[in-house]
């Protein structure tokens, strides 16, 4: 017979702990943890559940399985998955509420169901009328498209030996729950308890599945981090809601590249793919303006190019200047102030700094540096750059311009937009075939050298 016992559970980071405390000593957050009922199984029935389920051979006689995608009709989803939807792959969105999740998979599941493809949407958020308003509105009804409001997952795997659809939707993990547990749903056991059971009906049936999910505070898939090795694709949306721009990067990908990213536009009639980003991000570029200047950046396999703008301005507050950073890194920008003040002799103590990339988009990479620090020269010396030249290379700490990768894909689409200067690493000398016909290549070593090919 099985045995219940209690146990408590931290519901930020999922620590597990046999008696209640105050404070989780993993992540530290106060009053986080639940008491959930554990039922544990007897060793017979676990030994019989698993005896042949699993083969031992050496891997030269694995049979190679061809991956079959089914393409979801929206080109920008295709690229951040990898091409399309694997059979029997676990995907899983994450994105804040309302940025387009639902919005998105109902788009790309219309498609497939007016191709023939049977999909089952389940939703344990919405009634199937409050779904099939969003599918008038998206253009997605088809009678292929079936759609369910359950939230117990033992009743949606019973569903999907009665339906046997080609691709199954859930909407949203935190909602379903397994009679396994007697927590409530959303919480770190049900999560993952829910997560694990889909996985392993998928895998045994080939099915495709789209798993939504909620982010927290702190910007990551609520539950377990485990949720995120479960799944075979993770990807977050991202974007902010007073900017039509949305973003759909890809994490972790097992079968496609990471980090991919695809670029959408909010319209009244949904999410419309952007085919080519980089001339959406500079159509309001200003002209003849300081403080603003142009980056070729690298997402997954595309090259972006981004605005970097700067704004310095004289301090109100005496020794505590503002330092705000919008879309890019605030540890790596104080970083760059702290080289032009000591490497050229910057005097930027008294001055408030905000720099910000246009269009709400998010770069970590380090490639952005010399566009940034380039874009605070200019609004401290009042100076504008030139608006044809592009700025690639990252920035040590003794002021040296260090090279980057793919330098090549960058000047190409640099050149495709018609700019005619490009200011990179003096050490990308040594790359052969760069592409210099039709712009001109400016090599550099450090910060000197490119402040005085600027201004």
């Not at 408030?352 to 540096?369: H, M, Q, R, Y």
């Amino acid at each position: 017979m099985a045995k219940t016992t209690t146990i408590f559970i931290c519901q930020e980071c999922g620590h597990q702990i046999p008696k209640w405390m105050g404070r989780c000593p993993e992540c530290m957050a106060w009053n986080s943890f639940a008491e959930e009922a554990l039922r544990q199984q007897s060793p017979s029935r676990n030994s019989s559940r698993s005896s042949g389920s699993s083969t031992l051979g050496p891997i030269t006689e694995v049979q190679s399985v061809a991956e079959d995608r089914l393409t979801t009709g929206i080109g920008e989803f295709d690229r951040v998955l990898g091409g399309g939807m694997v059979e029997g792959s676990l995907i899983l969105i994450g994105g804040e509420p309302g940025i387009g999740k639902s919005t998105l998979t109902l788009q790309s599941m219309g498609h497939l169901a007016r191709l023939g493809k049977k999909v089952l949407y389940v939703s344990g958020e919405e009634s199937g009328s409050q779904i099939k308003l969003r599918a008038e509105r998206l253009n997605a009804l088809s009678e292929n498209l079936l759609v369910c409001s359950e939230i117990c997952v033992e009743e949606i795997l019973q569903l999907l030996d009665k339906v046997k659809p080609d691709v199954l939707v859930l909407d949203s993990v935190q909602t379903f729950y397994t009679a396994d547990l007697q927590s409530a749903p959303g919480s770190i056991g049900q999560v993952r308890e829910v997560a694990f059971k889909i996985f392993q009906a998928i895998k045994h049936r080939n099915l495709p599945t789209l798993l939504i999910g909620h982010i927290n505070k702190d910007g990551a898939i609520a539950g377990p981090k485990s949720l995120e090795h479960i799944v075979d694709t993770v990807v977050y949306f991202e974007g902010e809601r007073g900017h039509a721009y949305r973003a759909l990067r890809a994490i972790k990908n097992r079968f496609g590249p990471t980090p991919e990213i695809g670029v959408f536009q909010m319209m009244p009639e949904g999410l419309v793919p952007v085919e080519n980003p980089s001339e959406w991000f500079l159509s309001e570029r200003p002209e003849n303006s300081s403080g603003s200047a142009i980056a070729a950046t690298l997402e997954g396999s595309r090259t972006l190019l981004v605005e970097v703008q700067a704004l310095v301005s004289t301090s109100s507050s005496i020794g505590m200047p503002r330092r705000m950073s919008a879309g890019f890194d605030h540890n790596r920008m104080s970083l760059l102030i702290a080289i032009m003040e000591k490497r050229m002799e910057f005097n930027l103590q008294g001055e408030d700094i905000f720099v910000n990339l246009a269009g709400g988009i998010k770069i970590t990479e380090p490639a952005l540096d010399l566009a940034v620090a380039a874009a605070i020269a200019g609004s401290f010396r009042d100076k504008a750059i030139d608006p044809l030249m592009v700025l690639i290379g990252e920035v040590g700490l003794t002021g040296e311009v260090r090279t980057v990768m793919q330098l090549d894909a960058r000047i190409i689409e640099a050149k495709r937009l018609g700019f005619k200067r490009c200011i990179i690493p003096h050490s990308a000398k040594k790359v052969k075939n760069l592409p210099d016909k039709g712009i001109e290549l400016c090599f550099v070593k450090n910060l000197s050298d490119v402040f005085e090919q600027l201004f």
